[in-house]
């Protein structure tokens, strides 16, 4: 029996790596159909696709460009994988990325037996855009979290919690950065503690005693502080997150300080795929109107270059570009 449990899981393993990884690259293709109009005894071609309720149409000009159409193909193979691929996940009775949590739950569960998510703490990053997807329908549109990071207030004014004995209870080893600052890791996954960056000059890491870690500090982190957003993962179990406002904002500054080509496009999807969800909710637009209004004037004008930026890098995302730089 544990012969063929094995194997069910690795094929279950398979199935949904080959499923992020085809959602992942039809996140960066076009969608639609490509149609034509005769227009004063010319012909003139466009994009045609849906969204939501409106069938919108993008002109592409007098001929289809052949990387368009090659992209089209593309995402039409992709989409009679992902079936497939659907398909042998339905026999195998495992839900598509059911299991995105359990790398982390433990983690989880571990810290808030201790009463740490009653301060000033947050998981933020990747993991917090995940559960973004998991409890407010952002767009499920998988990624790589293999870091784990968690942003703590300055100064850290709770309880004495030695986070580093936690988690060496439970598998995880003690590693340290060139500069002194410590993270934990195991096989797959790397936990990092960070703390806002008080000044530019002052870059070195953060001892906080009460924790017993060394922290990396991070410039914008204060950010992701304002207005967080408490999450039940399962009974008992609940953690902070940033509000998705604060957690926008914040990309927009970030993803321009990045040199990773790939590392930008993760955060300009994240952007984009958060954005389509602050959009039509007005509690959520105003948080973000509200948020805004607290940054120092340099970090306004950040935010705007990185709608502009954005366009450029992603023009597929054009219409929630256009929303975002109206709003903001």
């Given at each position: 029996?544990?012969?063929?449990?094995?194997?069910?899981?690795?094929?279950?393993?398979?199935?949904?790596?080959?499923?992020?990884?085809?959602?992942?690259?039809?996140?960066?293709?076009?969608?639609?159909?490509?149609?034509?109009?005769?227009?004063?005894?010319?012909?003139?071609?466009?994009?045609?696709?849906?969204?939501?309720?409106?069938?919108?149409?993008k002109y592409l000009g007098k001929t289809v460009?052949?990387?368009?159409?090659?992209?089209?193909?593309?995402?039409?193979?992709?989409?009679?994988?992902?079936?497939?691929?659907?398909?042998?996940?339905?026999?195998?009775?495992?839900?598509?990325?059911?299991?995105?949590?359990?790398?982390?739950?433990?983690?989880?569960?571990?810290?808030?037996?201790?009463?740490?998510?009653?301060?000033?703490?947050?998981?933020?990053?990747?993991?917090?855009?995940?559960?973004?997807?998991?409890?407010?329908?952002?767009?499920?549109?998988?990624?790589?979290?293999?870091?784990?990071?968690?942003?703590?207030?300055?100064?850290?004014?709770?309880?004495?919690?030695?986070?580093?004995?936690?988690?060496?209870?439970?598998?995880?080893?003690?590693?340290?950065?060139?500069?002194?600052?410590?993270?934990?890791?195991?096989?797959?996954?790397?936990?990092?503690?960070?703390?806002?960056?008080?000044?530019?000059?002052?870059?070195?890491?953060?001892?906080?005693?009460?924790?017993?870690?060394?922290?990396?500090?991070?410039?914008?982190?204060?950010?992701?502080?304002?207005?967080?957003?408490?999450?039940?993962?399962?009974?008992?179990?609940?953690?902070?997150?940033?509000?998705?406002?604060?957690?926008?904002?914040?990309?927009?500054?970030?993803?321009?300080?990045?040199?990773?080509?790939?590392?930008?496009?993760?955060?300009?999807?994240?952007?984009?795929?958060?954005?389509?969800?602050?959009?039509?909710?007005?509690?959520?637009?105003?948080?973000?109107?509200?948020?805004?209004?607290?940054?120092?004037?340099?970090?306004?004008?950040?935010?705007?270059?990185?709608?502009?930026?954005?366009?450029?890098?992603?023009?597929?995302?054009?219409?929630?570009?256009?929303?975002?730089?109206?709003?903001?």
């Amino acid at each position: 029996m544990s012969i063929l449990k094995n194997v069910l899981d690795e094929n279950a393993s398979y199935y949904q790596k080959e499923r992020r990884e085809i959602i992942s690259r039809l996140a960066c293709l076009p969608k639609g159909t490509i149609k034509s109009k005769m227009i004063s005894g010319h012909r003139y071609f466009y994009l045609q696709y849906r969204k939501e309720n409106k069938v919108i149409q993008k002109y592409l000009g007098k001929t289809v460009p052949e990387k368009i159409r090659k992209e089209l193909k593309e995402r039409k193979q992709l989409e009679k994988e992902l079936k497939e691929v659907d398909e042998s996940l339905a026999l195998l009775r495992v839900r598509p990325d059911a299991e995105f949590l359990k790398p982390v739950r433990g983690i989880i569960k571990t810290l808030n037996q201790s009463g740490l998510w009653e301060e000033s703490i947050e998981l933020i990053g990747s993991w917090a855009f995940r559960l973004y997807q998991e409890h407010y329908g952002v767009s499920p549109f998988p990624l790589r979290t293999d870091d784990l990071d968690f942003a703590i207030a300055l100064p850290y004014k709770g309880k004495e919690i030695k986070v580093s004995d936690l988690l060496k209870e439970i598998g995880f080893r003690e590693g340290f950065y060139p500069d002194g600052s410590i993270y934990f890791y195991q096989p797959g996954l790397r936990i990092d503690f960070l703390v806002p960056e008080k000044g530019r000059e002052e870059i070195h890491p953060i001892k906080i005693k009460k924790l017993s870690i060394v922290a990396q500090p991070v410039r914008f982190l204060e950010i992701l502080f304002k207005e967080p957003a408490e999450i039940k993962i399962s009974k008992g179990v609940k953690i902070k997150i940033p509000s998705m406002a604060s957690f926008l904002l914040h990309k927009l500054i970030v993803f321009q300080r990045r040199r990773n080509e790939d590392k930008v496009l993760k955060d300009l999807k994240q952007i984009a795929a958060v954005a389509k969800r602050v959009v039509p909710d007005r509690r959520e637009r105003l948080r973000l109107g509200k948020l805004l209004d607290t940054l120092p004037k340099g970090w306004k004008k950040k935010v705007r270059r990185g709608i502009e930026v954005a366009e450029k890098k992603l023009p597929l995302e054009e219409e929630t570009w256009a929303i975002l730089r109206k709003m903001l």
